[in-house]
C-alpha cells in the first residue's frame, strides 16, 4: 500500500470518529480505498445510525458501530487471521511466548 494511500485511509477513519454524527459513507469511502466490497448486511445495520449524532447514542451503540465497522471492512474481528497476528504481535517482546518466536521467524521470511 503507498504511503499517500495509507494516509488517506487512516485520514478517512480518524474523521469517521471525529465528527459529531456517523456517516456511514465513510464506511463505503475506506472500502473504494482499500479496493474491497463491504459486508453488506452489517453495511445495512450501520447505515441505520447515518447522520445520527454520537452524543444521543448509548456507550454500547458507539462500541458496537466501532466493531461492526471492523467487521464490514475487514470480516470477523476476531476470527480475522490478520488481526489475530497484529493483536499477537502488538504485544512485543514483553512475553516470551512460543507463539511471539513463530511470529518473529515469520516476518523474517517475508
Known amino acids: ?9 487512516k485520514r478517512q477513519v480518524s474523521e469517521m470518529f471525529a465528527g459529531s454524527s456517523f456517516s456511514i459513507c465513510d464506511v463505503d469511502s475506506i ?10 448486511s452489517i453495511r445495512d445495520q450501520l447505515a441505520v445510525y447515518h447522520c445520527v449524532d454520537w452524543s444521543s447514542m448509548t456507550d454500547r451503540e458507539k462500541e458496537l458501530i466501532q466493531e ?11 476470527l480475522n487471521p490478520a488481526r489475530v497476528l497484529s493483536q499477537i504481535t502488538d504485544e512485543g517482546s514483553d512475553f516470551a511466548f ?8 515469520v516476518r523474517r521470511l517475508k
Not at 68 to 78: E, H, M, S, T
Open 68 to 78: 461492526n465497522v471492523v467487521i464490514a471492512l475487514r470480516g470477523d474481528p476476531i
Open 1 to 9: 500500500m503507498s504511503e499517500f494511500k495509507e494516509l488517506a485511509i
Open 98 to 105: 512460543t507463539e511471539d518466536r513463530y511470529l518473529e521467524n
Open 31 to 40: 472500502a473504494k480505498l482499500l479496493g474491497i466490497s463491504v459486508n453488506r
